[in-house]
């Protein structure tokens, strides 16, 4: 028989009503709004007193084309804690579109291990996205109209940062010349559209903890410069009511179920590699009030999402991780030791062994921050006994316990011993440390994170970004923490440099201040701020019968 | 006491539980899904036999800064055909969001003849709008795209038909280059965002008779020329799927109330002077299937929206209107008889009389169609009752009753002998005939309305246009339904033309093909496809408070 694709075994599950889920969740009827008859919104704050639950973060090794199915991980981890007993929810981030219809496909999970209904989240969900891209392009009309009609600020058309945003992987906005046409449609000037999920909104929503704090976040974003080089930011504009009031909905958190019935609040969704990586503070609180444990997860690789989680989250969140889960495969691991992608289902004991060094600096830079740490290998049918043990023995020296995750073919069946080994580890004590403190400077923070979490040299300033520290010094804005934009595929700003590579330099060549979401994105190598789509875009394959029966989501 | 503003009015009603407003409509359970307490869509197509329902069209004279209240009324009428014993339901457009946040305020009725929840009606709503942008702009990325990979359709960047979107004012798109930046990031060219609800494919969406013809009908876009000047359509791109796709929820229609409770669909929303303005067939079908009666209105005038409703909508809708309300005021008769803004709360009889030429004209115009005809004199407080017998008498000679509607002040209550003179005039026996036969070519459609709708004297191409018609004729594209793309102000394409006036000329500078939506679209005058901001947009006046009370929507 052909194996089913993930979207087949979505479509034969059959769910349950989303108020059901709700009541599994200890949600009452007037604290969730439906969306349709299987989602819903939650709304807050919750009434009552909840759970203190603990928080287990999943992150990964630095992800290869291999494929390390952390999402899978994840959502079978709450299905297996809820198998032996566990009231687990889990808190994932939404997809963002663009990359669905190009080629990364979903990332609501996969095989018996998926949040439904699949084809809802991967689109259009419940609209957050749609709010954020709207409320950026209308707070960037807002600018121009302001230009056009007087500039009474004096904003200076060259100096405007925010940028337009499209949840689309559309390379051809990369780089614009906009205002054409003559005096009465605006002035003429360059702009650069990003991909949603990197906007300064979007990580506003996500650390945002209440409407007050969105709308204070808002007005505090710098979108411009005047001609005489002072910020001006969305309350000097005005529209920070405006603005907060299109994010209305958009702030409240989305609940969904596995195939299993596992309640998931799904919200928010900045990219770790552009941005900062994480679910919304909102959802993973509420995730806390509702379950024994809240099974989350970070973007890409321990170096950037779960770093971001732990350095950017973690503060206003007020929570830290009981357990930290790394998730790897044997495939991604002997990528990383160099073995050839199409050699990946030989067994290849030497570059496992070379690999591992990738996941020993992600275990270290995780017990750096004194939390423990579980290690889960995602079950592929190439796996040979000796690799899995040749893994479970480079771990033992780390005193971290391995386990192996089958929760692709069996669900949460496959992931009972995954959900025992992190309810043991997270009745661990352990104090949370962070990696740097509030008052250090920039380059401190920088500097922290390239020789702790990537293992690398030094920090190297090009002439741009040195010149902007001197000026945001001076601007006070030197203390902020640090959101670093680096490749996924390396520890280091290379993207072919695999393993655990040393003797590495970072080199940041500039700054954006974000001073809503309250951290300083530090841009490094050539990271894209726009996708652009595959010679084969997913879209080709995506299709809907007449019934409304889809196919080629994945 | 100071008058209440609208969102006031609405914010003190108490609304129904949208599954109550279902089952007043006589929906099961199963055939809507809610959005939220008080939206949900209604899942097509609805099971068992249903009413026949009679269609009423409510237009009105040509739109003033004075107001009309054409929404007003319509959402009156409908309380007021409730009022009188009558199962009534509403069927409108959508509001756009862009306007919204400028000037024109919500699009959602009025006083106490509104419907709700305006807030969310206004902003997003059920995101069918955004769903219609990024089903374009992932089109327009994927065109890009096709070009940018190896351009098998040898697509010529320079006729590119297909314009991005975004459902915003934002007059600093509109001429655009995009595509720079080197190899890597697209083929330099220009391009030129509209506002979504001028684009193709929300005319497709309003005309499409379920998900079968939606997907037809996209796959018939013509988005380009290829270097033969031959045209490229989606269905070449081979991505109608996926674009059908991203509309799965879109093509739904939306369920919500009047704030006395009736039942109101709402369902797409093309502007009227750019596009075909009127809600979808899918929902007006859905409205005739629920009510005796299906109260609907099209946008700005007569010669605009009632003129494309009964020649490019009905013959697909396959139901032509049972009676048409036109409305007007004394106010706004008076500008249209030279009276200056300023003064119109005074009294003038002699403007009065001039003005109503321009109504006498909407009269002629409808009654070409042999649909009867009512005129409803939406009420202010300045009408003196000598202006009101005017107008009566003036409307008498065409045989047409004239009614009093105080459904601002008054909702339904206002609106009783509006309502009994709608359902008497529906009673009239009468045959619709169409204004042209579909076999007529270009030119003689687009005479055909500026004689007989505008009461201009011909039709003048201009050069550009002649050379398309010549090309059209070729493919066969040359029997298509005119969509008249022309001011809203005036009968002419002349903005400050008002009353009634004659011996002119409507010039056509160009056409625009869809082939999808099954028109020809003749742009006259300067008419603008993405609007601006004003001075003071209103957005700068909207805010949300801490506890989500919002205000300055109006």
Chains 1, 2 share one sequence.
């Not at 969306?35 to 704050?45: E, N, S, T, W």
Request: aromatic share 4%.
């Amino acid at each position: 028989m052909a194996q089913l694709k993930d979207i087949e075994i979505a479509q034969r599950s059959k769910l349950r009503p989303i108020s059901e889920i709700a009541a599994t969740a200890g949600l009452t009827a007037d604290e969730v709004e439906p969306y349709g008859r299987y989602k819903a919104k939650i709304d807050l704050p919750l009434s009552g007193k909840r759970t203190a639950g603990k928080l287990i973060l999943v992150t990964s090794i630095n992800p290869t084309p291999a494929g390390e199915g952390k999402t899978t991980v994840t959502v079978g981890l709450g299905d297996g804690l809820r198998q032996i007993g566990k009231r687990a929810v889990l808190v994932l981030r939404e997809p963002s579109l663009g990359p669905v219809m190009g080629m990364k496909g979903g990332a609501t999970g996969g095989g018996y291990a998926q949040v439904a209904p699949m084809e809802d989240i991967n689109l259009h969900f419940n609209g957050d996205f749609h709010a954020l891209t709207t409320a950026n392009n209308t707070l960037a009309a807002l600018i121009d109209n302001h230009i056009q009609q007087g500039n009474e600020l004096n904003i200076d058309p060259r100096r405007i940062s925010l940028h337009r945003v499209l949840d689309i992987n559309d390379r051809s906005l990369r780089n614009a010349v906009i205002g054409m046409g003559g005096p009465t449609s605006g002035t003429p000037r360059e702009d650069h559209f990003d991909i949603t999920v990197a906007s300064e909104l979007m990580a506003i929503l996500c650390l945002a903890t209440d409407l007050h704090d969105l709308k204070a976040r808002i007005n505090r974003m710098v979108v411009a410069e005047n001609v005489d080089r002072q910020p001006v930011t969305v309350a000097d504009l005005k529209v920070g009511g405006a603005i907060a009031l299109l994010l209305k909905e958009a702030i409240k958190p989305n609940l969904v179920q596995t195939l299993e019935g596992t309640p998931a609040i799904i919200h928010g969704g900045p990219f770790a590699n552009i941005a900062h990586g994480c679910n919304s503070v909102l959802a993973t609180r509420t995730a806390l009030q509702l379950g024994e444990y809240a099974v989350t997860e970070a973007g890409f690789g321990a170096d950037l999402g779960a770093e971001k989680f732990l350095d950017i989250k973690v503060p206003v969140l007020g929570q830290s991780p009981a357990a930290i889960v790394l998730v790897a495969t044997v495939r991604a691991l002997k990528l990383h030791g160099g073995q050839a992608l199409a050699e990946l289902t030989t067994p290849d004991l030497t570059a496992l062994k070379a690999g591992l060094a990738n996941l020993g600096k992600h275990i270290e830079s995780m017990q750096r921050y004194q939390v423990p740490v579980v290690v889960a290998v995602n079950a592929f049918s190439s796996d040979t006994p000796e690799e899995i043990k040749l893994v479970q023995d480079y771990c033992a020296q780390y005193d971290v316990e391995t386990v192996e995750a089958d929760e692709w073919a069996h669900g949460g069946a496959g992931t009972t011993d995954l959900a025992h080994a992190v309810v043991r580890a997270a009745q661990t004590p352990s104090t949370f440390t962070p990696l740097y403190e509030p008052t250090d400077d920039i380059v401190t923070k920088a500097t922290a994170i390239v020789q702790t979490i990537y293992g690398g040299r030094r920090v190297v300033l090009e002439p741009h970004a040195k010149a902007q520290l001197r000026r945001f010094a001076k601007r006070g804005w030197d203390k902020l923490p640090v959101c670093m934009a680096k490749t996924q595929y390396s520890l280091s700003d290379q993207p072919k440099l695999l393993g655990a590579p040393t003797d590495f330099d970072i080199h940041i060549r500039a700054f954006e201040p974000r001073l809503g979401a309250g951290f300083m994105v530090a841009l490094t190598g050539s990271i894209l701020t726009m996708p652009g789509l595959p010679k084969h875009p997913a879209a080709l394959d995506m299709d809907i019968t007449d019934d409304g029966v889809i196919s080629g989501i994945f």
